[in-house]
């Protein structure tokens, strides 16, 4: 079985470091990524060591996911320092999350199917013994084929898994052992420091097949062996052959929304697990901040208490740097807290990073007619970097990149 040779230059990495849900914190990991860990992730990408050696990966997307960090602000500091040859590899990994967002938002009848998907496929398994069992043996790392349990145990404990590993178990699930992808796609959610509605979903739907229609993504054990460098006993028969997934629902194309001028009056602002760097709208100095997270348990997902003490660290940085008196509440009722702050703070009008598609957008444009009634406007402020990027994920990923690659270019002079 061949070695892994661990060099020099990856003893600046972070890949052993607790992750600190912080915006310095994810500068720092992204300034060391830029200067010594680009070349090594360039060239061993897709070979997934395990959780014990992550020297090969960035480890930036849980930083990026809750926008401590940008994608722009990746973009831009790979370019400053290297050739856009030598960052591609990278570049075009953050350009996929990109499209994803991009594309959800152009089709969010994709994001309801999948919420109905999960109660449909809890359904499905409680009705079916056998489905019951191997659903919970799926999701315990007792199926009996190494890999999978592996990469089970490793999510659970480690909160993340490798790109190609995550490819990996979404097909084992889905072709192998023939489970609704929307409760594994709801598995990754639970337990994924760096889980996104849009990359999460429509990952899981591009290896089912019904993504990129006609087009599945099937794990063999050679890739698995060859990629793992034979960590695994690959004595367990996978489905190499399998026929892609399909659906009868069609999820049409909607122009992305347009959004509100911001006010020019007093404003407070309410930082969510979406965006946690709001320093485009800060700047104009509101009245007051405050953040608001849904308990672990009120989502659909029931977020890991990893994954929630994450994301709630995440708002708790946001709101500090905006405001020393802001404060994070825990609640279901977001309508209350808004009001009262509003009132007290003699504003009416309350502003908000744009929350793409998902938990929160839900919640937030669900009260947005009731802050209404009370006299109070909640508006989003939607990044240029998504007002630039996101009309051109309308088709497939090589379309989307093809007709960016100038854009992301100029990211380097701007």
């Known amino acids: 079985m061949s070695k892994r040779q661990v060099t020099s230059n990856e003893t600046g990495y972070f890949w052993q470091k607790k992750a600190v849900p912080t915006r310095a914190e994810g500068l720092e990991r992204l300034s060391s990524f830029a200067v010594t860990g680009l070349k ?58 990109t499209y994803f967002k991009g594309w959800l938002e152009q089709h969010p009848s994709v994001w309801d199917s999948y919420q109905k998907g999960i109660w449909s496929g809890l359904n499905e398994v409680s009705h079916d013994k056998n489905k019951t069992r191997l659903y919970e043996k799926a999701i315990t790392g007792q199926t009996g084929i190494d890999c999978f ?60 097949g019904l993504h990129t229609k006609g ?13 793992t460098l034979g960590r695994f006993k690959m004595d367990a028969l996978l489905d190499e052959v399998a026929s892609p997934l399909n659906e009868l629902t069609e999820h049409p194309f909607q122009s992305l929304t347009s959004l509100e001028n911001l006010p020019n009056d007093d404003f407070l602002l309410l930082v969510t697990k979406e965006d946690c760097n709001s320093v485009d709208l800060a700047k104009d100095l509101p009245v007051s901040a405050l953040g608001l997270m849904l308990s672990e348990k009120s989502e659909v997902f029931e977020n890991s208490p990893a ?41 009416t009008n309350i502003v908000t990073a744009y929350t793409p598609i998902g938990p929160v957008n839900s919640k937030l444009q669900s009260i947005k007619p009731l802050l209404k009634n009370a006299g109070i406007e909640l508006s989003f402020s939607r990044k240029q970097y998504d007002q630039t990027f996101w009309p051109h ?22």
């Open 40 to 97: 090594s992730y360039s060239d061993q990408r897709n070979y997934d060591y395990g959780p014990s050696d992550r020297s090969n990966i960035s480890l930036l997307s849980p930083w990026v996911r809750h926008r401590l960090i940008s994608e722009q602000e990746i973009i831009e500091k790979l370019l400053n320092i290297h050739s856009h040859r030598d960052a591609e590899k990278y570049i075009q990994q953050v350009v996929w999350r």
């Open 215 to 227: 087009k599945n993504y099937l794990a063999t054990s050679s890739n698995i062996k060859k990629f």
């Open 393 to 414: 994920a309308t088709k497939g990923f090589f379309a989307f990149k093809k007709s960016t690659n100038n854009l992301i270019k100029e990211l380097a002079v701007n």
């Open 149 to 208: 349990d592996s990469w089970t145990v490793d999510l659970m404990e480690h909160s993340y898994l490798h790109n190609h590993a995550r490819l990996w178990f979404a097909s084992i699930w889905v072709f192998t052992l023939k489970l609704p992808w929307e409760l594994g796609a709801n598995f990754f959610m639970r337990h994924l420091l760096d889980g996104d509605p849009a990359s999460n979903t429509l990952s899981w739907r591009w290896v089912s």
């Open 307 to 347: 994954v929630f003490e994450f994301s709630h660290g995440a708002v708790v940085d946001g709101v500090e740097r905006i405001s020393s008196a802001g404060e994070v509440l825990i609640c279901e009722d977001w309508l209350e807290p808004l009001i009262d702050l509003a009132r007290s703070n003699n504003v």
